[in-house]
């Protein structure tokens, strides 16, 4: 059995997946990588396979018709034999040496038996153009080198939560989970991280910048144009995130409060770009996400709605949306995200 089974989505990604993959093939016979073509219609089918006839014992190459980077990932959890799992975007890369780092770790909890659930690292937004670059990191809430449970978590400050780029998951864990993310949908790397939490109880931080975020294509599907003209996507998400877990069945009161947490942030993301858009129908919608939050769950929508970041998205009139997206500005500097 593998340590560690890596899935890279790839949808026409010709010109950036070598150096993703190269990134990850230090982990020789430690890791699988799971190149998973999704309908590509460019050369990547041919570099997956050439890649998987090189690294026969590494490199496993699947080719399906295509479904989205949801159904990519959902392939590489059906095929994935390693004890842990980890999602690779095809434009991104990891660093080789907190690459290395994080394996040995994870060597070491099947060593010695541990059992841990899930593994955070920090993450860099490799912004293309950005003389400073962000670093997500956990070092002021999460305790370092050593197992942990919910109940040993600081709070996490505004803007700062965990993202696909920051966790690997337990492999069975993800298989019991019964996660499977929807087809042709973007922005699941939300449901990626979320759903699953309601089944981790140990945890481990390792303090060490492993994952490369690029931000930077015009056709990215975080460039915030794309975003804007992509909303109803991202309200599908969020919506899925309200239906598929009811936060009164979280018993533990600091995990149920760290998932109100990003639920309130990815709530704030999507009413942000609702108003950034300008448009009188994207105002309808974000008043429609609120009301279908209210009606689903009072406790969320007052948390939501009565926040700091709840006050921020809902200052009344043309002037208070002007502020919202200022200050929407003010933290893409400060966060580093798109």
Same mark, same amino acid.
């Given at each position: 059995?593998?340590? =560690? ?11 950036? @997946?070598? &150096?993703? %993959?190269?990134?990850? =093939? #230090? ?19 041919? %570099? ?16 399906? #018709? ?46 010695? &038996? ?49 993202? @696909? ?30 759903? #699953? ?17 690029? %931000? ?10 794309? @975003?804007?003209? /992509? ?12 239906? *598929?877990?009811?936060?009164?069945? %979280? ?5 149920? *409060?760290?998932?109100?947490?990003? =639920? ?35 406790? =969320?929508?007052?948390?939501? /709605?009565?926040?700091? @970041? ?5 200052? #009344? ?22």
């Amino acid at each position: 059995m593998k340590l =560690l089974s890596v899935v890279i989505p790839c949808y026409n990604s010709q010109d950036y @997946m070598r &150096n993703c %993959i190269e990134s990850l =093939l #230090p982990g020789a016979e430690d890791v699988e990588l799971i190149i998973v073509n999704d309908g590509s219609y460019d050369k990547t089918a041919e %570099i997956a396979d050439n890649y998987a006839r090189k690294y026969p014992t590494i490199v496993k190459a699947i080719h399906q #018709p295509n479904g989205g980077h949801g159904e990519a990932v959902n392939t590489g959890i059906k095929h994935a034999t390693g004890t842990y799992f980890k999602v690779v975007d095809s434009d991104d890369w990891v660093d080789i040496r907190a690459y290395l780092e994080i394996i040995k770790t994870l060597s070491e909890f099947v060593e010695e &038996n541990k059992s841990v659930d899930m593994l955070i690292s920090n993450f860099v937004y490799e912004k293309e153009g950005a003389k400073y670059k962000k670093v997500m990191k956990y070092d002021d809430v999460l305790p370092e080198d050593v197992v942990f449970t919910w109940d040993d978590m600081k709070d996490f400050r505004k803007g700062q939560y965990l993202m @696909m780029h920051s966790i690997i998951y337990r492999t069975q864990l993800l298989k019991d989970s019964g996660l499977e993310l929807p087809k042709h949908t973007f922005y699941v790397d939300n449901l990626y991280v979320y759903l #699953p939490l309601a089944h981790v109880e140990n945890i481990y931080y390792l303090n060490v910048d492993f994952y490369r975020y690029f %931000i930077g294509r015009e056709d990215q599907s975080v460039n915030e144009s794309v @975003m804007i003209r /992509r909303i109803d996507q991202q309200i599908k998400v969020n919506r899925l995130m309200i239906e *598929q877990i009811d936060l009164k069945t %979280i018993h533990n009161s600091k995990l149920r *409060q760290y998932m109100m947490h990003q =639920l309130e942030i990815v709530t704030v993301i999507s009413s942000i770009l609702l108003i950034r858009s300008g448009t009188r129908e994207n105002l309808n919608k974000k008043k429609e996400l609120m009301k279908y939050i209210k009606e689903r769950d009072e406790v =969320l929508y007052h948390n939501i /709605r009565y926040g700091w @970041m709840g006050h921020l998205i809902n200052l #009344p009139g043309r002037f208070g949306r002007s502020i919202s997206v200022g200050a929407y500005k003010v933290s893409q500097k400060l966060v580093g995200f798109n």
